[in-house]
């Protein structure tokens, strides 16, 4: 059985042995985790010892997993940030044994990161990783991919690699969360409310990129394209009210795209920060993934930073930008994608 423990200086120094052991299986296996070959245990224990002492100062939270008496993995929390980045800290060094790959260890870990750094008042963090299988634990544990470096770093052979960048946002939704409303599908009696919600985005923000209101006949028109496509329309009510709405549709016509559906999500602006965006995307992912979707993606403008927020917490990654794409109220408008895996 894996338990995860967290090691405070004695115990870090206590174990410096088998946790260089960890760090020498994982370098010598090409891991690239800031050494070259050769990379010994003296080498393993020299770091570790540097390792304990600031688990000592206060400036590392050290995790391991233990198999048995064993340590078959450890991360490190990193707490050391600028006085102007209190709620930030950085993930370094998620190392797994060769002996324990494909058993959950790294994903165990990860988790217990995220609570001990909550505990810290960490709500913000950060990590950079050249592995496939370790963006693959990142991705499926919600954490976001905000960018890509190509020839980073060397791997302990001495060839170039890549990193990718990834966030994790741990603080909680803001505003008064929503606890009376519910997720239904639309029908023609809400068509005045969803108008309204839309109109009130075309004329006050860059939520939609179009310059003139619609009618209320053009949302019928569009009920009813969604519908005859077999593509869900949801709305939230609360209090018998339409507060937001939501659906997709499939992500391009092309068959091969049949699995990729592309969603939207609107809240009326007096109950936004509330839930009710994280509420209809939920229910957006849960209709997906009965309908046997795999794939969800959605287009955000590039300063909109409270949708950009909310599908982060979501588990969507950004998948990529395309700089001054748009143009509204004057400016140039960048694209951000972002994707989620539904299975």
């Keep these: 059985m894996i338990m995860i423990e967290i090691l405070d ?101 990860l988790r217990r990161i995220e609570e001990e750094s909550l505990k810290r008042g960490r709500t913000l963090l950060i990590l950079d990783t050249s592995s496939e299988e370790a963006r693959r634990v990142y991705e499926r544990g919600g954490w976001s991919r905000f960018g890509f470096v190509p020839d980073f770093a060397l791997l302990p052979d001495g060839g170039l690699c890549d990193t990718t960048y990834y966030l994790k946002d741990l603080s909680p939704p803001r505003g008064t969360p929503v606890s009376a409303a519910t997720v239904r599908d639309a029908g023609e009696a809400d068509m005045p409310a969803i108008l309204d919600i839309v109109n009130h985005a075309i004329v006050t923000s860059t939520a939609i990129w179009s310059d003139e209101p619609v009618d209320l006949a053009s949302r019928h028109a569009w009920l009813n394209d969604r519908r005859a496509a077999g593509s869900p329309v949801l709305v939230a009510e609360d209090g018998g009210e339409v507060v937001g709405f939501g659906s997709y549709l499939q992500f391009r016509a092309w068959s091969g795209y049949r699995h990729a559906v592309e969603h939207s999500v609107y809240v009326r602006d007096d109950r936004r920060g509330s839930g009710v965006g994280s509420l209809l995307i939920g229910a957006l992912l849960a209709r997906a993934r009965d309908d046997g979707k795999q794939v969800m993606i959605g287009g955000i403008e590039g300063r909109n930073t409270a949708s950009l927020r909310l599908h982060r917490r979501a588990g969507f990654i950004e998948v990529g930008r395309m700089p001054g794409i748009g143009e509204k109220f004057g400016r140039k408008l960048d694209l951000v994608f972002v994707q989620k895996q539904i299975v």
């Design 9 to 109: 200086a004695a115990a870090a120094r206590r174990h410096i042995p088998a946790l260089a052991e960890v760090l020498v299986d994982c370098v010598t296996h090409g891991a690239s985790v800031s050494f070259m070959k050769p990379f010994g245990k003296a080498d393993g224990e020299a770091f570790f010892a540097r390792v304990a002492d600031s688990v000592a100062a206060g400036d590392t939270v050290l995790v391991a997993a233990f198999l048995g008496d064993r340590i078959i993995g450890t991360a490190q929390l990193g707490l050391d940030m600028p006085p102007n980045q209190p709620h930030r800290a950085e993930v370094k060094k998620m190392l797994v044994h060769s002996d324990g790959r494909r058993q959950g260890i790294a994903g165990s870990l």
